[in-house]
Nanobody, 128 residues
Framework: QVELVESGGGLVEPGGSLRLSCTVS????????IGWARQVPGKEREIVAS????????YYSDSVKGRFTISRDDAKASVYLQMDSLKPEDTAIYYC?????????????????????WGQGSQVTVSS
């Protein structure tokens, strides 16, 4: 059974910061790429950040590049998304996304079609 448990969502003012965390069942964490996706009502879910299982390759969507930082801690079987300079358009439900069929140790997942397991979702609201 694969479990992805998220924490850290909430309400923040524009320009503020939030940090999302996701803990994964330990046996499924190492050797797999992992990332974060987001979805707003009426739009498709999109990957915003991901990291290879080696931890040395990352992917960021253009909309978050330079503001969000993804990291992983294999000892804790956890992945984090540090979100800085938040904008109202970052408001969405954020999902932890595990890819167990990663295309090698340097691959960071870029599409939702490659995601095998999802977290429960965390609401992030950016508003004054």
């Amino acid at each position: 059974q694969v479990e992805l448990v998220e924490s850290g969502g909430g309400l923040v003012e524009p320009g503020g910061s939030l940090r999302l965390s996701c803990t994964v069942s330990r046996r499924f964490f190492s050797l797999n790429a992992i990332g974060w996706a987001r979805q707003v009502p009426g739009k498709e879910r999109e990957i915003v950040a991901s990291i290879s299982w080696r931890g040395d390759h990352t992917y960021y969507s253009d909309s978050v590049k330079g503001r969000f930082t993804i990291s992983r801690d294999d000892a804790k079987a956890s992945v984090y998304l540090q979100m800085d300079s938040l904008k109202p358009e970052d408001t969405a439900i954020y999902y932890c996304a595990l890819d167990i069929h990663s295309l090698g140790p340097y691959y960071a997942t870029r599409t939702v079609a490659d995601v095998d397991y999802w977290g429960q979702g965390s609401q992030v609201t950016v508003s004054s």
